[in-house]
T-cell receptor, first 111, second 113 residues
Framework: EAAVTQSPRSKVAVTGGKVTLSCHQT?????MYWYRQDTGHGLRLIHY???????EKGDIPDGYKASRPSQENFSLILELASLSQTAVYFC??????????FGEGSRLIVV | AQSVTQPDARVTVSEGASLQLRCKYS??????LFWYVQYPRQGLQLLLK??????VVQGVNGFEAEFSKSNSSFHLRKASVHWSDSAVYFC???????????FGGGTRLTVRP
């Protein structure tokens, strides 16, 4: 009964290819987030959204797009994947913007 | 700009020992502060949070943290650790300037049996 589910959980992509990471939440939360985790850097915010059909840039948005077609779904899109985008990506939801509830992560390897 | 620093990337303690994981923050206002834990191959889970009031807050599994405005710190403590506490711990803050959490780099805790 995970409330935030991500797919795929793991993916190998080729450089220059398109990658879409999907996130679905059943918390009925307004806020959704995409974070990137790299060793030694903790989590860094890529994009977030307050409401369906609207997205905001986070701290490291370059090379990423986001889409929020509904309250429940939030996607992260890498149009031209690069080696530097190899990382673990986490989706999260929140009702107030304070306490975040995370998915289990999507491990992306770009070769 | 707000920031969070966890000065210890790795901490190793023996089972049954006490624990303190350090967190220092920088914020122009008194922020909301959080500790999250990440077990292997899992997402982050909330341990505890501080909004205001009593500077010592209790969390799950015997963890507590103490807020200090004078030291700009929010250290995590546990009286007696168990091997299952081995994980990565993240400190985070929200300074109410938007619905965004800023995370520290994390501390990897290893508990020796």
């Amino acid at each position: 009964e995970a409330a935030v589910t991500q797919s795929p959980r793991s993916k190998v992509a080729v450089t220059g290819g398109k990658v879409t990471l999907s996130c679905h939440q059943t918390n009925n939360h307004d806020y959704m987030y995409w974070y990137r985790q790299d060793t030694g850097h903790g989590l860094r915010l890529i994009h977030y959204s307050y409401v369906a059909d609207s997205t905001e840039k986070g701290d490291i948005p370059d090379g990423y797009k986001a889409s929020r077609p509904s309250q429940e779904n939030f996607s992260l899109i890498l149009e031209l994947a690069s080696l530097s985008q190899t990382a673990v990506y986490f989706c999260a939801s929140s009702d107030s913007g304070n306490t975040l509830y995370f998915g289990e992560g999507s491990r992306l390897i770009v070769v | 700009a707000q920031s969070v620093t966890q000065p210890d990337a790795r901490v190793t303690v023996s089972e049954g020992a006490s624990l303190q994981l350090r967190c220092k923050y920088s914020s122009s206002v008194t922020p909301y502060l959080f500790w999250y834990v990440q077990y292997p191959r899992q997402g982050l889970q909330l341990l505890l949070k501080y909004y205001s009031g009593d500077p010592v807050v209790q969390g799950v599994n015997g963890f507590e943290a103490e807020f200090s405005k004078s030291n700009s710190s929010f250290h995590l403590r546990k009286a007696s650790v168990h091997w299952s506490d081995s994980a990565v711990y993240f400190c985070a803050l929200n300074n109410n300037a938007g619905a965004k959490l800023t995370f520290g780099g994390g501390t990897r805790l290893t508990v020796r049996p």
